[in-house]
């Protein structure tokens, strides 16, 4: 058995804050599927729903897979945001023509933005104690 033999299930890594997710994409009827949950029930908010789906509207491809996701790390919103970024990246596995689409909707740049690391003697990364002159 070959090590590096190439999958014919398309896969992706997204990443986004401190989430990191793994997507397969399998031909079906596109339902998406979050740590063994719909995506709609584990997500909860209709706005992170719309941010998983970008991908498809984007290529045309809404109804043509199903989506199976593994997530973990961060919280909700960076989940939804790494979930987008790894079903653009497995898309393009799949039909390499759907690069220049997503590129040009920046669904492949991954968001470098991190939460800034607390400072010692300070609250948090910035904030201060409250100065007192007296």
């Known amino acids: 058995?070959?090590?590096?033999?190439?999958?014919?299930?398309?896969?992706?890594t997204?990443?986004?804050?401190?989430?990191?997710?793994?997507v397969r994409l399998l031909p079906g009827t596109g339902?998406?599927?979050?740590?063994?949950?719909?995506?709609?029930?584990?997500?909860?908010r209709a706005t992170l729903m719309q941010i998983v789906r970008q991908p498809f509207e984007a290529t045309n491809s809404?109804?043509?897979?199903?989506?199976i996701v593994n997530a973990f790390g961060g919280g909700l919103s960076?989940?939804?945001?790494?979930?987008?970024?790894g079903i653009a990246r497995?898309?393009?596995?799949?039909?390499?023509?759907?690069?220049?689409?997503?590129?040009?909707?920046?669904?492949?740049?991954?968001d470098p933005r991190e939460k800034e690391s607390k400072k010692y003697g300070r609250k948090r990364a910035r904030k201060r104690f409250q100065f007192s002159k007296r």
Do not use: C, W
């Open 78 to 85: 960076g989940q939804a945001g790494a979930i987008r970024h």
């Open 14 to 22: 997204g990443r986004r804050k401190r989430a990191v997710v793994r």
């Open 31 to 44: 339902e998406i599927t979050v740590n063994s949950k719909p995506a709609d029930q584990y997500l909860g």
């Open 62 to 67: 809404v109804g043509r897979f199903n989506v």
């Open 90 to 110: 497995a898309l393009v596995q799949a039909d390499e023509s759907l690069r220049p689409i997503l590129r040009k909707a920046g669904l492949l740049t991954r």
């Open 1 to 12: 058995m070959a090590v590096n033999a190439p999958s014919s299930v398309p896969r992706g």
